[in-house]
Every structure is written in structure tokens, then in C-alpha cells.
């Protein structure tokens, strides 16, 4: 059975039905329930396949499950396409501007009426296929990301450091300790500690890019760690992101795990026996495992010179993590004219500004306390208000002053409609760190109701998606080889910002008071 396939029909399905739903959402259609029962539904018995794939050698009623999952996810991928087709049969047959007028004509309701009941029966299939996998004991992993991130993004080591500021005498601390001829052990770990937001993963991608560490190390893996340190997820990670790795080929024990990822680093020797990798583990929030984790990365590849890199904003993980006492670095704060820069460029671009303007500006920046993240903020937000003094002076002196979550804050207040700041407080059930797909965002909004009920709901969606990654309250785009953005992430102080306004009585407050532009 082609079961490498299983993944990705099951994915593309539940991401199918996803979009059908939304247009069924617009058009009032009756069984919109159903179709996005049938989404998550996909989505959710997605979570069994990493366990099913790797069971199947061993139990024939597992392949049988993963053949029956293949056929109920065709026979899905057949229903949407004919409801699509009837959608855009019926655009073309009627006209645009009718569409909405005659949706509910008896032919209309006829084919809805024999749709629903397909689904239904899907629905059952599924339901059933949930059961029988709980019943082989497949542990449902955690929603993994795979489903949500198409493989031809790249999430990580993207790199645009166009309006990166100042950091060059960081990078270079941080290159001589990872090229430091000195060290000569197997696995040696550079920690990079700080305050959240001050640009520990910007400067780590620096590194990671830099010419003479590309030079240095053969392989090169990137994996965002977060606060879910998992050793076998991890070395997974090291496996299919930044080598291509089939995903179905990943197998699941740590022995197993460990010697694929030694033979896929074998395999980038080309003649040169020294062959050294790097390792970014960025975000690190507990070292629990830590050391098994190392004990696998010295297995990978015996030669000497392979280097980590730790970021985190925990001393404690710094401390357990370093290999020397003093193989550390501590990004330091910006200066206040290096974030006058940020906000200028994000506020005002390349046009010029008066001297006054530049005086506030200047003050503003004061109040950044050297945190990038907060200048970038804040600049997103001033470039949406009036270039005046009257509404500088009101960003000026604003309560922003004080801590960098009050600069977030501020950002989020001068959101342009009470809609808007909905969908930016919704982020807040994603788990930190989490790697949104913007179209799946957006259909998400819209089914939770926040876009309106018109038929300009994706405008809206996508007017709304891209307001908040120029606040830069959505960040490290991955776009598609086109240069079309299919993912975003939020900082993680901005999901907290995102987590303490989500309470319902904020978001009223808000709704009350605030002005909507919508
Ligand atoms: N030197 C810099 N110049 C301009 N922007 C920066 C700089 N350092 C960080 N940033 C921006 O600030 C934000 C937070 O940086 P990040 O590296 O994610 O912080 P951390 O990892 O320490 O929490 C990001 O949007 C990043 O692009
Ligand atoms: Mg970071």
C-alpha cells in the first residue's frame, strides 16, 4: 500500500474541506457544521497516522486501518471536489451578482440535501476509524504541525536581515566561540541568553547564516524548541526539516532515530572525513532531558568541532546547557537611536521627516528601553496613525512608558477595529511559537464569525492578516517559492499580550469604546 501518501491525502483533505467550509459559511448553506466537523475530524485522526505508519510493519489490522483512512479520505476528496465544482458551476451559470439571491432554489437544496448525506456517511467512516485506532492502542500525538505547514516552507532559517541593526560585534563574538580551535570536544553548546524580545533568535540567525560558519559546518539544523523539549521530536525535527527526509521513513524509537539521522549526516561527507554540523535549539524553556538529548547528539557524529547553539531567556537552562563557564553570550540592549532607527524605518520608511517629528520619535524610542521587538512594535503602529505632532506627542505620552508589554499594549489599543482585535486575541488558544497557516487563520476567523457576513470576508481576513504583521504583532513569515506568505508566527511576548486581552470582558470594553473603521 502507498502509505506515504496516507499523510499527506489526509492533510490536503482536511485543509480542502476547510476552504469548502468557509464558502458554504458565506453562502448560508445548511450543512456547514458537518463540513467542518469533517475538517477537524481529518484533522484529528491525522494525529494517529505518525503512530499507524510506524506500527504497520509489525500489524497487518494497522496497515488494513491506514487503507481504510486512504479510501474514506478519496472518497472526502471526491464529495468536496463535486461541491466545489457545483460552487463555481453555478458562479459561472448564474452570474456573481446572483449568486447569493438564488442559493436556496430547489435544485440548489436538492443537491445540498444528497451532499449532507455523503458527508454524514464520511462522518460515520471517520468516527468509526477514530474508535478502532483507540482500540490498537495508536497514541494520539499532539496536533502536529505537519498537517498544518505545507513542506515547502521554510520556517526557520530564513533570513532577512535588511533592517537588522547594530548586532555585528555579537555575531562575531558568537562565530569565534563556535570556530574557537581550542575546543576540541565532540559536541560543545554555546548558550544565548536575554530578556524576551531583545533579538536572541535574530542574532542566532545571523550566526546560523553567517559565511564563515556556512564554510565551517556541513550540515546545519535549525529546530524552534519552545516549551515542549522532547528529545525524539527534536532529533525528528533534525531528520525531516533541513534534510528533506521522507516523512513517512522517520522511525520512532531514540536508537533508531539516532542512527538515521548519523547516516543522513554521513551521507553530506563528499570526501571531507571532518565533517561537523550545527545545531540551533532556539527558544529552550526546560532542560529535563537534556541529557539524553546530548548523549544522542554525540552519537550522530563522532568527530570533533560539531557546536550548539541554545537560546533561552532562562539563566538556569544557560547555566545547565554551557560547556565552558564563560561560552556564553548576552545579547545587549539596542541603543536608543538603534531603535529610533527601527521605528523610523517601520513607521515612515525612506520618506523624510521633519525635525520635530524626529525629536518625538527620539523620545518614543527612549521608551523602548533597548528591546527591538518593542521598537518594531511601536513603529508598526505609528506608521497606521497621522505623521502629526498632535499624534506623536499622544503615542509619546501615553502610558506606554514603563515595561515592554505596555508598548505591545499600546499597539494593540490602536488596532483599527474591534473585529481586528478580536482576531488578534483568538491567536491566544495556539499553543507559543506555533507556526500559523494564514489561509487556515483566516477560515478560522471566519467560521468563529469575526469577518462579517459578506461575501468580502477573505478581503477582510486577508486586510486583517497583513494589518497585524505590519504592527508586527505576526512576525518570521515562511512564503512559498513565488514569495506568496503561507505562514506567520507570533512573538511570544505578543501571545501573552494576545492571552491577557482575550478575556471576554476586555475584548466588550473594547468593543464599547473603541471606534470601529470597519
Ligand atoms: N538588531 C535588530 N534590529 C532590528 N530588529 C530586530 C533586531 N533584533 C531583533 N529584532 C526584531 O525584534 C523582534 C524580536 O526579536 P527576537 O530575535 O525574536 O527576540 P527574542 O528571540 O530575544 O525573543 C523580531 O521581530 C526581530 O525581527
Ligand atoms: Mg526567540
Same mark, same amino acid.
Given at each position: @500500500?502507498?502509505?506515504?501518501? !496516507? ?12 476552504? !469548502? ?29 505518525? *503512530? ?66 455523503? +458527508? ?14 483507540? &482500540? ?7 496536533? *502536529? ?10 520556517? +526557520?532559517?530564513?533570513? &532577512? ?25 565532540? !559536541? ?18 545571523? +550566526?546560523?547564516?553567517?559565511?564563515? +560558519? ?13 516549551? &515542549? ?13 533541513? @534534510? ?25 561527507? #563528499? ?32 568527530? #570533533? ?10 539563566? *538556569? ?10 561560552? #556564553? ?32 520619535g527620539e523620545e518614543i524610542a527612549k521608551q523602548c528601553h533597548g528591546v527591538p521587538l518593542a521598537a518594531k512594535v511601536i513603529g508598526g503602529t505609528m506608521c497606521k496613525i497621522e505623521r502629526s505632532r498632535a499624534a506623536w506627542l499622544k503615542i509619546q505620552n501615553s502610558d506606554a512608558r514603563g515595561s515592554v508589554l505596555s508598548v505591545l499594549r499600546l499597539s494593540f489599543d490602536h488596532l483599527s477595529s474591534p ?43 486577508? #486586510? ?15 512564503? &512559498? ?8 508566527? @507570533? ?28
Amino acid at each position: @500500500m502507498a502509505e506515504a501518501f !496516507v499523510s499527506a491525502v489526509v492533510g490536503e483533505v482536511a485543509s480542502k474541506a476547510a476552504s !469548502v467550509a468557509a464558502e458554504m459559511i458565506s453562502l448560508g448553506w445548511g450543512f456547514k457544521d458537518d463540513m467542518q466537523r469533517l475538517g477537524n475530524s481529518l484533522e484529528m485522526i491525522g494525529t494517529f497516522l505518525q *503512530d499507524a505508519e510506524g506500527n504497520q510493519k509489525q500489524m497487518n489490522s494497522v496497515k488494513l486501518w491506514l487503507k481504510r483512512l486512504r479510501d474514506v479520505a478519496y472518497e472526502a476528496d471526491e464529495v468536496l471536489d463535486e461541491i466545489a465544482y457545483e460552487f463555481l458551476r453555478r458562479k459561472v451559470e448564474i452570474g456573481d451578482q446572483m449568486w447569493r439571491k438564488v442559493r436556496d432554489t430547489p435544485s440548489t437544496v436538492t443537491f445540498q440535501h444528497n451532499m449532507a448525506k455523503k +458527508v454524514k456517511g464520511i462522518l460515520n467512516s471517520l468516527d468509526d476509524l477514530n474508535k478502532i485506532a483507540k &482500540d490498537y492502542g495508536l497514541q494520539q500525538l499532539a496536533i *502536529d504541525q505537519r498537517i498544518f505547514i505545507p513542506s515547502n516552507v521554510e520556517t +526557520v532559517s530564513f533570513l &532577512d536581515d535588511s533592517n537588522i541593526v547594530g548586532r555585528k560585534n555579537d555575531v562575531s563574538k558568537v562565530v569565534d566561540m563556535l570556530l574557537s580551535p581550542q575546543d576540541d570536544r565532540t !559536541v560543545s553548546v554555546v548558550p544565548i541568553v536575554g530578556m524576551a524580545g531583545i533579538g536572541k533568535t535574530t542574532l542566532a540567525r545571523l +550566526v546560523y547564516h553567517d559565511v564563515d +560558519v556556512e564554510r565551517r559546518f556541513d550540515v546545519r539544523f535549525w529546530v524552534c524548541v519552545s516549551d &515542549d523539549f522532547n528529545v525524539k521530536r527534536i532529533l525528528r525535527e533534525m531528520l525531516e526539516h533541513d @534534510m528533506n527526509y521522507q516523512q513517512t521513513s522517520i522511525p520512532q524509537n531514540l536508537n533508531a532515530l539516532t542512527a538515521k539521522l548519523k547516516g543522513k549526516i554521513e551521507q553530506a561527507k #563528499r570526501g571531507n572525513e571532518q565533517i561537523k554540523y550545527l545545531l540551533v535549539l532556539d527558544d529552550v524553556w526546560n532542560v529535563e532531558q537534556w541529557d539524553e538529548l546530548m548523549w544522542c547528539l554525540e552519537g550522530v557524529n563522532k568527530n #570533533r568541532g560539531n557546536k550548539v547553539i541554545v537560546t533561552t531567556r532562562i539563566e *538556569d537552562v544557560a547555566l545547565k546547557v554551557e560547556t565552558l563557564p564563560n561560552q #556564553r553570550h548576552q545579547p545587549g540592549k539596542l541603543k536608543d537611536e538603534e531603535c529610533w532607527s527601527i521605528i523610523k524605518e517601520k513607521a515612515c520608511g525612506d520618506s523624510p521627516i521633519s525635525p520635530s517629528l524626529v525629536l518625538i520619535g527620539e523620545e518614543i524610542a527612549k521608551q523602548c528601553h533597548g528591546v527591538p521587538l518593542a521598537a518594531k512594535v511601536i513603529g508598526g503602529t505609528m506608521c497606521k496613525i497621522e505623521r502629526s505632532r498632535a499624534a506623536w506627542l499622544k503615542i509619546q505620552n501615553s502610558d506606554a512608558r514603563g515595561s515592554v508589554l505596555s508598548v505591545l499594549r499600546l499597539s494593540f489599543d490602536h488596532l483599527s477595529s474591534p473585529c481586528l482585535k478580536k482576531c488578534f486575541a483568538y491567536c491566544a488558544m495556539f499553543p507559543k511559537d506555533f507556526c500559523f497557516r494564514k489561509e487556515q487563520l483566516i477560515q478560522l476567523w471566519m467560521a468563529e464569525g469575526f469577518l462579517g457576513g459578506s461575501k468580502e470576508m477573505m478581503d477582510t481576513g486577508n #486586510r486583517y492578516f497583513h494589518e497585524l504583521l505590519s504592527n508586527s504583532l505576526f512576525q518570521d513569515v515562511g512564503k &512559498d517559492r513565488c514569495g506568496n506568505i503561507l505562514t506567520c508566527k @507570533m512573538h511570544d511576548l505578543v501571545h501573552d499580550l494576545a492571552f491577557s486581552v482575550s478575556k471576554f470582558e476586555t475584548l466588550i470594553f473594547q468593543e464599547n469604546f473603541i471606534s470601529s473603521t470597519d
